[in-house]
Nanobody, 122 residues
Framework: QVQLVESGGGLVQAGGSLRLSCAAS????????MGWFRQAPGKEREFVAA??????RVYYANSVKGRFTISNAKTTVYLQMNSLKPEDTDVYYC?????????????????WGQGTKVTVSS
């Protein structure tokens, strides 16, 4: 069983920065991509960023381009979030897939973390 554990969330003022981490453990298999999604209460989970594990190709939602950076090292994926805005307040989830489906889609991912809360105050 694969486990994903996020960390790094917290409270920050608008314009500030946070770095999220997601460590993967458990049964090893070929990872094709890992991604970050976010979700507010009562809303659908939305794509934030993804990275292909072998080629390092990165994908971003338009709302975070130029502000967020996804990267990976060994079995951990990171999300550096700069110039944070109040609308970035959400629970952030990391996810992992061994498929080659669209990395911006929720249905692509087989494994999910428990989420980490990010709150940006104005």
């Amino acid at each position: 069983q694969v486990q994903l554990v996020e960390s790094g969330g917290g409270l920050v003022q608008a314009g500030g920065s946070l770095r999220l981490s997601c460590a993967a453990s458990g049964r090893s298999f070929s990872t094709n991509a890992m991604g970050w999604f976010r979700q507010a209460p009562g809303k659908e989970r939305e794509f934030v960023a993804a990275i292909s594990w072998s080629g390092g190709r990165v994908y971003y939602a338009n709302s975070v381009k130029g502000r967020f950076t996804i990267s990976n090292a060994k079995t951990t994926v990171y999300l550096q979030m700069n110039s944070l805005k109040p609308e970035d307040t959400d629970v952030y989830y990391c996810a992992r897939t061994n498929s080659d489906r669209d990395p911006s889609r929720v249905y692509t991912y087989e494994y999910w973390g428990q989420g980490t809360k990010v709150t940006v105050s104005s």
